[in-house]
Nanobody, 118 residues
Framework: QVQLVESGGGLVQAGGSLRLSCVGY????????MAWYRQVPGEERELMAR????????RYGDWVKGRATISRDNAKNALYLELNNLKPEDTAVYYC???????????WGQGTQVTVSS
């Protein structure tokens, strides 16, 4: 059974940092591009950062550039996101995504809540 399990969310003060983790189960993790998305209630899910299967290339959403670092450890089936200088507007549910370019091979985690207090 395919699963993506996120962790690392919680309550953080503005200006602080956090590290989100996502572990994949039931699929060949190293064959998938991976990404972090976030979603605020009432709004569409938006891309934060994406990393290719080998980790050789990364891409970031314009609004998070310079504050985020995405990385992966294929030996551990793990994806990470470090987010710095957190702002109250970063409050959202953060989702892990695995993608092979097909809707059939497009998996999502259950999300982890991040709340940034001012």
């Amino acid at each position: 059974q395919v699963q993506l399990v996120e962790s690392g969310g919680g309550l953080v003060q503005a200006g602080g940092s956090l590290r989100l983790s996502c572990v994949g189960y039931g699929f060949v993790f190293s064959s998938y591009d991976m990404a972090w998305y976030r979603q605020v209630p009432g709004e569409e899910r938006e891309l934060m950062a994406r990393i290719t299967a080998t980790g050789g290339n990364t891409r970031y959403g314009d609004w998070v550039k310079g504050r985020a670092t995405i990385s992966r450890d294929n030996a551990k089936n793990a994806l990470y996101l470090e987010l710095n200088n957190l702002k109250p507007e970063d409050t959202a549910v953060y989702y892990c995504n695995a993608d092979r370019g097909s809707p059939v091979y497009d998996y999502w985690g259950q999300g982890t809540q991040v709340t940034v207090s001012s």
